[in-house]
């Protein structure tokens, strides 16, 4: 019986708690791994992940493996007589010893259509390319990254102004359809696991700093589609008179003036900024040391003047 699967779940965000919850609602949950406690903020006080928490008030053991590669995770899961391991955005490759540690396999919840935007930051770039549509495939895992045969492919569509932040959200949810609907088939031998296109792979890196920067000779749309696939974080950013200034959120505007690429000009209080094709008007942002503010309020607390050069 599907329910009585003896399952380990493997996650660390908060986007991973609905499937979290959807796992514990539909099989023998013996088991869960995040990554550890780690500090983070101006305190750097200790912060527990989301799906440790969830985990917790659930009831559920966690285990917060400090290495991967080269602990006994793969002997964690044998103790525990694990049928079925389910991942979602854990945040570490798993070594073949654990992958071979469940009787009946690793299955991973990927946020993207694949062999679209394999890799760690899936999401991020689906929005920061353009693209109009992603969606969870349910993958059975394999030693290669995110190229496993997939069970299902459940898509939605990524709306014109939809930040990563909100996007993760939806596809959460979607992730816990598949887990509730899409999962136990899979797991019962009822859904046949297809190869992917390897032709066709895309590719999705962890973002560094050097993603997040804002290049004004880019076009408007380019530099949109980056602050909101970096919204809410880390953020686009360019500097400001030497400072830093985190773009969260931005729109096109029909502003064709002659300026140069980053040149700022207002309209009202309204800050615009040219690109190197059409405008942008900065609706949100954060200069370092200081809160995050409306665009206008940029302006009205003289951060942003007419004839600054942004990224200078």
């Not at 031998?189 to 190869?195: I, M, N, R, S, T």
């Not at 980056?226 to 809410?232: D, E, I, S, T, Y």
Request: charged letters at 20%; one cysteine or more; glycine letters at 10%.
């Amino acid at each position: 019986m599907y329910q009585k699967v003896r399952t380990v779940f493997f996650g660390t965000p908060e986007m991973a708690v609905p499937s979290l919850t959807a796992l514990a609602r539909t099989t023998e949950v013996v088991g869960v791994v995040c990554q550890p406690d780690r500090p983070a903020g101006r305190g750097l006080r200790l912060c527990v992940p989301p799906v440790k928490t969830a985990a917790l008030q659930l009831g559920l053991p966690v285990h917060q493996p400090v290495k991967v590669k080269t602990g006994n995770l793969h002997e964690w899961l044998a103790e525990r007589q694990t049928d079925v391991v389910v991942v979602m955005a854990y945040g570490r490759i798993l070594p073949p010893p654990v992958l071979r540690a469940p009787t009946k396999g690793c299955f991973n919840l990927h946020a993207s259509v694949l062999p679209r935007y394999r890799g760690a930051a899936p999401v991020n770039w689906a929005i920061i390319r353009g693209e109009s549509e992603t969606g969870i495939s349910l993958m059975h895992m394999d030693e290669g990254l995110d190229t496993g045969p997939v069970f299902a492919v459940r898509r939605l569509s990524i709306s014109a102004d939809e930040t990563a932040g909100e996007l993760a959200s939806r596809l959460a949810e979607l992730a816990a359809e598949v887990v509730r609907e899409d999962l136990p088939r899979a797991v019962t031998g009822q859904l046949e696991a297809k190869a992917q296109d390897d032709p066709l792979a895309t590719w999705a890196p962890p973002i560094t700093r050097e993603h997040c920067q804002i290049d004004w000779s880019r076009s408007a749309r380019e530099i949109v589609c980056l602050v909101r696939g970096l919204a809410p974080r880390p953020g686009a950013h360019t500097t400001v008179a030497g400072r830093c200034l985190r773009i969260l959120a931005a729109r096109e505007v029909s502003n064709e003036t002659g300026m140069a690429a980053g040149a700022v000009s207002l309209s009202g209080c309204r800050p615009n900024v040219r690109t190197g094709k059409g405008s942008v008007e900065l609706l949100s942002g954060q200069l370092e040391g200081r809160r995050v503010c409306a665009g206008t309020d940029l302006v009205n607390g003289r951060i942003l003047r007419t004839g600054d050069t942004l990224g200078s």
